[in-house]
């Protein structure tokens, strides 16, 4: 029988604020255990939480950054579990009226563009980190993280494999950036999936029963627990047997998938509004005000890029991967907008693979983008060809000649023979000193060509124009 | 809404609260009485009212996101019955 898998995702994104949703506590990563765990994030009695007005304005440019209704009143609830990370013995979350409802996010996959729904995104506090090592049989609990503000994004069951959510969570991992409301950084966990997957007959309305495996911190995680999770699935049902509906976590070292817990010992979370507070308003003229403060988004800028450049779908998704690329690119191509796809292709080839290399971001670059385009400018009016660029593009990242392209092209005696007369020498010398080359080429001999060229190439050391040494080497041969 | 004796036994695991047979019986009367007085609540035409979710009809206030509150881990350890290495130690929990 022929499967479908049917994947929804759930996102934890850290919202990158300063202080804690509901305290004022720090936020930042890394500080020693219970420092920055407060009265309220400790739940001493009589404290009461007060909602940080950042926490809120990120989670509403999330939702107009994916044209999604912002819902006012917003309400918060308690979810009530026992955990000693959880020292309420609840967190506060939202369950009705979650402050963004619906949108979409749109994806593309072999240069394919999907629309997948989304359910909501709310605002909710983070839990504390327990640590079961080396405290002699008891369990350390750290409360740094507790009250750390998250939007957990909830999409519907609209991918159907493992390439489609990745491309969906890296969609997404992109706009949380773009947007600044989360800086992405997944070994910290300020970015955790949660997958949703069941599987059921091609051609069938009906959802299977589904298994949750949690808290995926990589994308490459993300695919192959996706993918022995439908296996397994499968397997069980052309076995004739059924799913249990359960929680499932996925081992990275074994990759598969193991049972957390069942639906029978689930957590009736017992959701309530949380009476410490109090409706949240969003008036229409904060939203209006936060809608100006978003950049162009990613969506609208690839459609810019192939509309004003021509650039093809794969190069604008490339280049809006992150928006610091996109504004590179930005800049880069507003000093020399009629070779766009020059400057698109650099930017891709020559740079990317350098950042790479040397695991830099593109803010870091020391080829600035108008150092780039100083050299773009010499390839596009002929006096050095791409391969001498390369050599120029080398110069430039090193900082050598003060980041001078003539000066560079100069002293390394780069610039291109493109001068008619000089070529037609060059090439009559070459004729003259291979005489069979020509009788074969003219017999017919294709492959005589390129020797010819490769001669010609090499007696200027790589110098010549290639396009106008094809030029005049076929005018003379065929005279 | 009828109430099982089940029902009071779950919700009291749930909140982990420790009663006996004698006790959940209790318990079963007097919620079953607070659910009978909802359900002669719910008698109570209320189609032109809006839902509420808080009792006062006031809206919430937020705060700046600015850092107001310093390491006072020293003050809230002396509190706590055990701790190492700054972190606080509970019986062991492994889910």
Known sequence: MQWEIVIGLEVHTQLSTQSKIFSGASTAYGAAPNTQACEVDLALPGVLPVLNKGAVERAIKFGLSINAKINSPSIFARKNYFYPDL???????????????????????DGEEKIIRLTRAHLEEDAGKSLHEDFHGMTGIDLNRAGTPLLEIVSEPDMRSSAEAVAYAKTLHTLVRWIGICDGNMQEGSFRCDANVSVRPMGSEKLGTRCEIKNLNSFRFLEKAIDF???????ILEDGGLIRQETRLYDANKDQTRTMRSKEDANDYRYFPDPDLLPLEISHDWIEQLQ???????????DRYSAQFGLSKYDASVLTGSREMADYFDTAVK??????????????GEISGQ???????ITDCPVKPSDLVALLARISDGTISGKAAKTVFESLWQGEHGKNVDTIIATKGLKQISDDNAIEKLVDDVLAANPQQVEDYRNGKEKAFNSLIGQIMKATQGKANPAQVNAILKKKLTQ | ????????????????????DNQAQATLT????????????????TTSVEPMSHSQSVTQR?????VTDSDQRALFQALAPQVEEGLYLVPQVIE
Not at chain 1, 335 to 348: S, V
Not at chain 1, 355 to 361: A, G, R
Not at chain 2, 30 to 45: G, P, Y
């Open chain 1, 87 to 109: 020292p309420k013995g609840y967190q506060i979350s939202q369950f009705e009226l979650p402050i963004v409802q619906g949108g979409n996010i749109h994806i593309q996959l």
């Open chain 1, 229 to 235: 999770e439908a296996r397994r699935q499968i397997e």
């Open chain 1, 292 to 302: 100006k403060t978003l950049p162009e988004l990613p969506q609208a800028r690839r």
């Open chain 1, 335 to 348: 000093l020399l907008p009629e070779h766009a796809k020059l400057c698109a292709n650099w930017i891709m």
């Open chain 1, 355 to 361: 950042l790479n290399k040397e695991n830099m971001e």
């Open chain 2, 1 to 20: 809404m009828t109430l099982s004796l089940n029902d009071v036994k779950r919700i009291a695991d749930l909140a982990y609260i420790e009663i006996d």
């Open chain 2, 30 to 45: 007097q919620l079953s009485s607070i659910f009978n007085l909802i359900e002669t609540m719910q008698s109570v035409d």
């Open chain 2, 62 to 66: 937020l705060r700046d996101d600015i």
